[in-house]
């Protein structure tokens, strides 16, 4: 399906494939994804629908005469229930209340008198791409799997935009390469009976923050246990992460009531002060039918490790590139133990808490309790009380703050109270970038400013479905590199259903500076003992980071050498290397160089990358 080397294989659990119309003249595309090793799920007629790579469970297919339907990934719907509503299908739309009431995280196929609907997850774990192959519209799961076909280099434009920091709503969904189209989360694909023309559907609208805690509680509780259900419900063994924060804990607890066996898995963190061990092995106190494993701290790999020897297929940048060693490393051990699927807690941060930047609209509705909880805000963060007034006072449209960002890339990077409080954080580039990378990036900020709609009217919900997709498009890579590592991760504060639920409850009463993550406390009251609760912070693995920078200095000097962004004129390579060679610079704390080194690391792992760029437009 793509141009691969032996050893990044796809393993159980990142299915990945191709969706085709049912005509005659998509013989020709198809023959471009069918590779050794490739499956092929045919169209009523026998023409190829779906072709890639998946395990027998991960889908669950149903036809009913010329009418199909497939959902691969994580789906509670068996196959008599899917092959009913085949059926009883006679218009796409109806997929809509199927999508938004069924629990997992999962692709959702249908072909329907010739038609297609192809759709992902409203999370944007699972995400749709779509490019005219051979004169016939082909949808993916994958960007780079289009690429390939079409014979493209990456558009060195949208390089360039990955080189901002953080990058931006809606640039961040933009594929890298021309012809390559991405569908929105929210949205999905239909491919006309002519195998060409194609609209964008919306299925998802996110729910209005309305609920009381106590009604949403209950509902985030069910929702995530559902989640959760949905993965242990087989049975075997599976394994958690318990890192003694609430979010691991509670999936931890979940789990420990299905029918599967759980191995709990604890890396307790180099810094003294960290005290996460503690937490967990409380939790595990509680917990006498789960295995509970404890690392060694000294043996987890540091922020920046084998940043050289990434050979994993991407098909965009991303940060996660830095952790990748320390989210893979226990891994193999966790197979060992017999664990087929390890779920972690990830996403909790995103979906449990949410975004101070809703104070912005209830400071105008409610300003004594917006001013009451501000000042709690304000202390908690140490937020300057200018940097407040600026940012609360601030009533640009989104189109407008996107806009005017471009004028401000080179400044410093801005205080913590504009990104919580604002549209978001403002995108910054870096001294290494060039005159040119800033042309680039600048010139599709302001394109896509120009007709740029926030994801939400509220800045707040904006910001929490900003910072939920930054996430998940971190995690879909990681879910290919476990995969492949051998034990597929799931995160199931992720799934659509819990997403929906957390969003759900007033924001008034889901962020506090008074309590930590009130929603998911109240939401785990009967599962979860009451002194586990009790924690109201986290790690910070900050000494995890600098100690990385120190010692995997010559990895990073290594990586700028003969740099594949300097090739393209986007980067000073001589500033990147005299950078590696000062780890103490106090800049680099705040992870600056993390975008720079995810657009290097993808650039050096695609396939032919020594010409990336080459022949591509400007």
């Not at 926030?454 to 800045?459: G, K, N, T, Y």
């Not at 659509?496 to 506090?512: C, K």
């Not at 929603?519 to 693995?541: G, Q, Y």
């Amino acid at each position: 399906m793509t141009d691969t080397h032996a050893s990044a294989s796809p393993g159980r659990g990142d299915a990945h494939f191709v969706v085709l119309p049912d005509r005659e003249d998509a013989a020709a595309a198809a023959r471009l994804f069918t590779r050794p090793g490739t499956r092929t799920l045919p169209h009523a007629s026998g023409r190829p629908w779906l072709i890639g790579r998946w395990h027998d469970d991960e889908i669950v297919t149903a036809q009913a005469g010329s009418t199909a339907l497939a959902a691969v990934g994580c789906c509670p719907l068996d196959a008599p229930r899917l092959r009913r509503l085949a059926a009883q299908l006679r218009d796409l739309t109806r997929l809509d209340a199927l999508a938004r009431s069924t629990p997992g995280s999962f692709h959702l196929v249908a072909a329907l008198d010739g038609r297609l609907r192809v759709q992902g997850t409203a999370s944007g774990l699972r995400l749709v791409f779509h490019a005219e192959i051979d004169g016939v519209r082909v949808a993916a799961t994958r960007a780079d799997i289009l690429a390939t076909a079409l014979g493209r280099d990456p558009d060195v434009e949208q390089v360039a935009v990955r080189l901002l920091w953080p990058v931006p709503h809606p640039l961040q969904e933009a594929p890298l390469w021309k012809g390559v189209t991405a569908v929105p989360p929210q949205d999905a694909l239909v491919v006309a009976a002519d195998g060409r023309s194609t609209r964008h559907s919306r299925w998802w609208t996110p729910p209005e923050p309305v609920r009381a805690l106590t009604a949403g509680a209950a509902l985030a509780r069910d929702a995530l246990a559902e989640a959760v259900q949905a993965r242990t419900r087989a049975g075997g063994t599976v394994s958690c992460d318990l890192s003694g924060g609430l979010d691991s804990t509670s999936i931890c607890f979940l789990a420990d009531r299905s029918p599967a066996h759980v191995v709990a898995s604890t890396w307790p963190g180099r810094d003294p002060a960290d005290t996460d061990l503690h937490w967990a092995r409380q939790a595990a106190q509680f917990l006498p039918e789960v295995e509970h494993v404890v690392w060694d701290a000294e043996a987890s790999p540091l922020v920046y490790t084998d940043l050289l020897t990434i050979d994993d297929l991407l098909d965009e940048p991303t940060i996660g590139v830095m952790d990748r060693s320390r989210v893979l490393h226990h891994l193999p051990a966790m197979a060992e133990r017999g664990s087929r699927l390890h779920l972690t807690g990830i996403g909790g941060d995103h979906v449990a808490w949410c975004s101070e930047a809703y104070y912005h609209r209830l400071l105008r509705t409610r300003p004594l309790f917006a001013v009451r909880q501000l000042r709690g805000f304000r202390a908690l963060w140490q937020w300057p009380l200018g940097g407040m007034a600026r940012t609360l006072s601030d009533s640009r449209p989104y189109g407008k703050w996107l806009g005017d960002s471009v004028g401000h890339l080179r400044d410093p990077l801005p205080t913590t109270v504009t990104g919580a409080l604002g549209w978001g954080g403002e995108p910054r580039l870096f001294d290494w970038v060039t005159p040119e990378g800033e042309r680039l990036a600048a010139r599709a900020l302001r394109d896509a400013a120009q007709d740029a709609r926030p994801l939400h009217r509220d800045r707040g919900l904006h910001a929490d479905l900003e910072q939920i997709r930054s996430c998940t498009r971190i995690i879909r890579q990681w879910d290919a590199m476990a995969a492949r590592a051998g034990v597929p991760m799931a995160s199931p504060f992720l799934d659509d259903r819990v997403i929906e639920a957390f969003l759900s409850v007033r924001p008034s009463e889901r962020v506090s500076p008074w309590q930590y993550k009130p929603l998911l406390a109240a939401a785990m009251r009967d599962v979860v003992p009451e002194v586990c609760l009790r924690r109201s912070n986290k790690a910070a693995a900050s000494m995890d980071a600098s100690n990385g920078l120190r010692e995997h200095r010559a990895d990073l000097l290594a990586l700028w050498e003969d740099s594949r962004l300097e090739r393209l004129g986007l980067v000073n390579g001589d500033a990147l290397r005299d950078l590696a060679q000062r780890p103490a610079t106090p800049g680099l704390r705040q992870a600056i160089l993390y975008s720079t080194i995810a657009a290097e690391v993808w650039l050096r792992g695609l396939p032919h990358a020594a010409k990336a760029g080459a022949t591509t437009s400007l």
